[in-house]
């Protein structure tokens, strides 16, 4: 199985000659045999501890690095002036006036939400999210109405981040932000996947190209791709590949083992019986699968610094 990964990661099969394998001696070694390799250099092992413990280091933890939002600016006093006017315009829009009783408690909410935000430290990241939103709403690109406890924030509705009336609905503020859990809030924001690298570059072109990175995703052998993967390996036909891996359900809300899809499908023993290797190709896709495949960049999963990640 090992060695059908090998040949998976460099893209090769089995019969290859010229390829890179694994010998019997590729293992990690007792201390005991480490010592009777090294029997005439027994100080070199007793360095390996020396060294061990001089790369002993934790890294130091720290609160979240935030870029400036406004460089010079005033972040407090810029949000609160954005939020006051998001909320006029959201009143507005409802046909209420802003200093009337209707609006009282929308009021009430916004500034308590804003005096526990600026406490927290929290009110250039509010701005740096408003402000990519609003940008990508302006072009015209699809931003959902807002998901997860973010939505429960006046403060956020005001900013134009999510679209959906927290009092109307009864969503409470505690479940997103409270100084009793001190942690980053956390927006859950969709984009359209069709232009969202145009909202990625805005970013990038706002904050610095070397302050801005995408993250990494790492794909995992599903069942039906260890399927295809060992089976091209092995050289095995592709249709009797395909049609196998067509067999295995495919619901990515519910994902199907290749173990529960033996045992669920009667088909496959009859296919097993007739056809030479599918059992050696389920033995061996079986231990494989789950495990990671490649590392790619994440779709939408991006870091801002306030200075060069390089240094971070």
């Not at 010229?18 to 090294?38: G, I, K, N, V």
Request: net charge neutral.
């Amino acid at each position: 199985a090992h060695d059908v990964l090998l040949c998976i990661a460099q893209k090769q099969t089995v019969s290859q000659s010229d390829r890179r394998r694994l010998t019997a001696q590729h293992y990690f070694r007792s201390s005991r045999e480490m010592r009777a390799l090294f029997a005439d250099l027994p100080e070199a092992l007793d360095n390996t501890m020396v060294i061990a413990r001089r790369c002993a280091y934790r890294a130091p933890t720290r609160d979240p690095i935030l870029p400036n939002f406004d460089e010079g600016g005033d972040e407090k006093a810029a949000m609160r002036a954005m939020a006051e006017a998001g909320l006029a315009d959201r009143m507005s829009a409802q046909g209420i006036d802003l200093d009337s009783e209707r609006a009282a408690p929308y009021r009430e909410r916004l500034d308590f939400e804003l005096g526990v935000i600026i406490d927290m430290g929290f009110a250039g990241y509010f701005l740096i999210v408003a402000d990519f939103i609003q940008w990508a709403k302006a072009q015209t690109i699809p931003v959902g109405p807002g998901r997860g406890s973010g939505a429960g924030s006046v403060v956020a509705w005001s900013l134009k981040i999510t679209d959906l009336d927290p009092l109307r609905f009864g969503l409470l503020f505690e479940r997103f932000l409270n100084p009793e859990r001190v942690s980053m809030p956390d927006f859950d924001i969709d984009f359209c996947q069709d232009r969202r690298d145009e909202v990625i570059r805005y970013v990038q072109d706002k904050y610095g190209h070397d302050q801005v990175a995408q993250i990494i995703t790492f794909g995992k052998l599903q069942a039906r791709a260890a399927l295809r993967d060992v089976g091209r390996v092995l050289e095995m036909p592709f249709g009797l590949v395909d049609r196998l891996c067509k067999m295995v359900p495919n619901n990515p809300a519910n994902p199907t083992t290749l173990r529960r899809f033996l045992r669920a499908e009667p088909r496959i023993k009859q296919i097993m019986a007739e056809e030479p290797g599918v059992d050696h190709l389920f033995d061996i896709a079986m231990k494989l699968e789950g495990l990671y495949r490649h590392a790619s960049t994440h779709a939408a999963g991006v870091v801002i610094g306030d200075r060069p990640l390089e240094q971070l």
